[in-house]
């Protein structure tokens, strides 16, 4: 199947610190790209998005950050909280479809 | 608002079987999408329907199949089942289509076994 690759399948944070997760990209001509959430026994959940003609976009405690020449993606946590503990996917729309990458599972130490 | 409703939620089947998945968007959400979800694989895109008609389809083998209703349910049907369609299906809605949102509302989703 299709999808968009990652960098760690896991990634172990201490509470109260940042959390950084990674994604690349191969389609150069994607433009748009999503940040989903999924927790355990639950669908993803939309976190951000961020389009092509941006570097960055800020939301709640999350910041997506966009290397169009790299082609790599980034979603940042601020003080990361055990509610943050979940499945991280980084999606884009390619051919008019969702694609999503396998994942990056976000542990909180305590 | 209720959220997406997916049933049913778990469902046990043998291979050659069909199953039917069923899928309520939320209300006012006219684009469904379905995604089947394994642990290798991930989340892989299965097809996505826009007032009745499929819009885009992923690639999986015919024996998948949907179909939208004008009160914008959807469900999907898989034939002949295999062992390796033992998955997580994902049903998500959005009031546009793809074409204009990434923002989909997931459903919790139907895990079905196949032994």
């Known amino acids: 199947g299709e999808s968009v690759g990652l960098h760690l399948p896991t990634l172990s944070v201490q509470e109260g610190d940042n959390s950084i997760i990674n994604c690349a990209y191969s389609?150069?001509?994607?433009?748009?790209f999503i940040w989903y959430k999924q927790e355990s026994g639950k669908g993803p959940q939309f976190i951000i998005d961020i389009r092509s003609n941006m570097d960055k976009r800020q939301g709640q405690r999350v910041t997506v950050l966009l290397n169009k020449t790299v082609k790599h993606l980034s979603l940042q946590i601020a003080a990361t909280q055990p509610g943050d503990s979940a499945v991280y996917f980084c999606a884009e729309k390619r051919d008019d479809k969702i694609i999503f990458g396998k994942g990056t599972r976000l542990h909180i130490l305590p | 608002k209720a959220g997406v409703t997916q049933t049913p939620r778990y469902l046990i089947k043998t291979r050659g079987q069909q199953v039917t998945l069923s899928c309520s968007p939320i209300?006012?959400?006219?684009?469904v999408s379905w995604y089947q979800q394994t642990p290798g694989q991930g989340l892989q895109f299965l097809f996505e329907y826009f007032s009745e008609t499929q819009r885009n389809k992923g690639n999986f083998p015919g024996r998948f199949s949907g179909r939208q209703f004008s009160n914008s349910r959807s469900e999907m049907n898989v034939s002949t089942l295999e062992l390796g369609d033992s998955a997580l299906y994902l049903c998500?809605?959005?009031?546009?289509?793809?074409?204009?949102?990434?923002?989909?509302?997931f459903g919790e989703g139907s895990r079905l076994t196949v032994l």
């Open positions: 389609n150069s001509a994607s433009d748009y």
């Open positions: 209300s006012g959400h006219r684009s």
């Open positions: 998500a809605s959005s009031f546009g289509t793809t074409l204009n949102t990434g923002e989909l509302f």
